[in-house]
């Protein structure tokens, strides 16, 4: 089993919709989780973290579930723009210590 | 500000020759330096990561190798490519002391044909 893991999708869905993205993760030591978005051929780039209560930002809201170990990612009025691929990223324990681990990321393509 | 930067941005090389990528970030001191490897429709994959001057940790026994020579400079290494190298290379900083926020550099695009 991975240690991440996300649907690759393609999600396609018409600008306004709303759309949301699971990721579960086995390491149940697990302390801290992101999104992060990586546009096509571009480098990954911090979204937002998601912290036990839940979080929002704007359009974004990132929940966190332990006892289902997975996080969640809602993208609500979604735009043109929000298509990219979203990277669900873990700190996870291993030989380095607290390291990111990511996820194979869920592409999301917004139609007009 | 903090900026990384990566080159080449793209580069074809044949199978059994030597690889040298660099990258170096600016406006940071004693930063915690990291190469990830992006395969096609994969996710990110640390390679290696550095703490300071001359250290050098791997997580993947492969034909690669890191050195940092300097503070805020990263160089990943081979000296016979494979196929399988083939890839996006992400060089990344974080804060000393540091690992969950880290950024990342504009990659490049290795092709081993």
């Known amino acids: 089993r991975k240690e991440v893991e996300q649907d690759p999708g393609p999600f396609n869905v018409p600008e306004g919709a709303t759309v949301a993205f699971n990721c579960t993760y086995s390491?149940?030591?697990?302390?801290?989780f992101f999104w992060y978005r990586q546009d096509c051929r571009k480098e990954p780039k911090l979204l937002m973290s998601?912290?036990?209560s839940g979080n929002e930002d704007g359009r974004f809201t990132a929940q966190l579930n332990r006892a289902s170990q997975y996080i969640s990612l809602l993208i609500r009025d979604s735009k043109l723009s929000d298509s990219a691929t979203y990277l669900c990223?873990?700190?996870?324990?291993?030989?380095?210590?607290?390291?990111?681990?990511f996820g194979g990321g869920t592409r999301l393509m917004v139609k007009p | 500000s903090q900026t990384i930067h990566q080159w080449p941005a793209t580069l074809v090389q044949p199978v059994g020759s030597p690889l040298s990528l660099e990258c170096t970030v600016e406006?940071?001191?004693?930063?915690?330096l990291y190469w990830y490897r992006q395969a096609a429709g994969r996710g990110l994959q640390l390679l290696f990561y550095s703490v300071g001057i001359g250290q050098i940790s791997s997580e993947v026994p492969q034909n690669l190798s890191a050195s940092r020579p300097q503070d805020r400079q990263f160089i990943l290494s081979s000296k016979k490519l494979l196929l399988s190298d083939s890839g996006f290379y992400l060089c990344?900083?974080?804060?000393?002391?540091?690992?969950?926020?880290?950024?990342f550099g504009p990659g490049t695009r290795l092709t081993v044909l």
């Open positions: 990223v873990v700190i996870g324990n291993n030989n380095a210590g607290n390291m990111l681990t």
């Open positions: 390491n149940s030591a697990s302390q801290s």
């Open positions: 998601v912290y036990s």
């Open positions: 990344a900083w974080s804060v000393a002391g540091i690992t969950d926020t880290q950024y």
């Open positions: 406006g940071t001191s004693n930063p915690n």
